[in-house]
């Protein structure tokens, strides 16, 4: 499976960008997709997840209101909808993919493919 993101740029505080990432190769019927973040300095953190019907989901606190994961599946493409964004979400947003499709997964090992990221910079 191959993971292809984009959408990353720079935004000013209160700004939207939509993240897209797309899947190819052996995807199978049923999987989950997720986007995770690491900003500078720290720990590569879960951002949201979507399982297999799109009806799932799982979102971080810190972003619970402000962000929308969706996914298309006859693209095998998943969304992240950011609005409202804060200098604290800059970082690099990575998508990822997992073979277990019924639950929106925010566990990092659960998930066995990642993508090459795209940055996001909030300017205050």
């Known amino acids: 499976v191959q993971l292809q993101a984009s959408g990353g740029g720079l935004v000013q505080a209160g700004g939207s960008l939509r993240l897209s990432c797309a899947a190819s190769?052996?995807?199978?019927?049923?999987?989950?997709m997720g986007w995770f973040r690491r900003a500078p300095g720290n720990e590569r953190e879960f951002v949201a997840a979507?399982?297999?019907?799109?009806?799932?989901?799982h979102y971080a606190d810190s972003v619970k209101g402000r962000f929308t994961i969706s996914r298309d599946n006859a693209k095998k493409t998943v969304y992240l909808q950011m609005n409202g964004l804060k200098p604290e979400d800059t970082a690099i947003y990575y998508c990822?993919?997992?073979?277990?499709?019924?639950?929106?997964?925010?566990?990092?090992?659960?998930?066995?493919?990642w993508g090459q990221g795209t940055q996001v910079t909030v300017s205050s």
């Open positions: 979507i399982n297999q019907s799109g009806y799932g989901t």
């Open positions: 990822a993919f997992s073979s277990g499709g019924r639950y929106a997964w925010a566990e990092s090992h659960m998930y066995h493919y």
């Open positions: 190769g052996r995807t199978g019927s049923s999987n989950a």
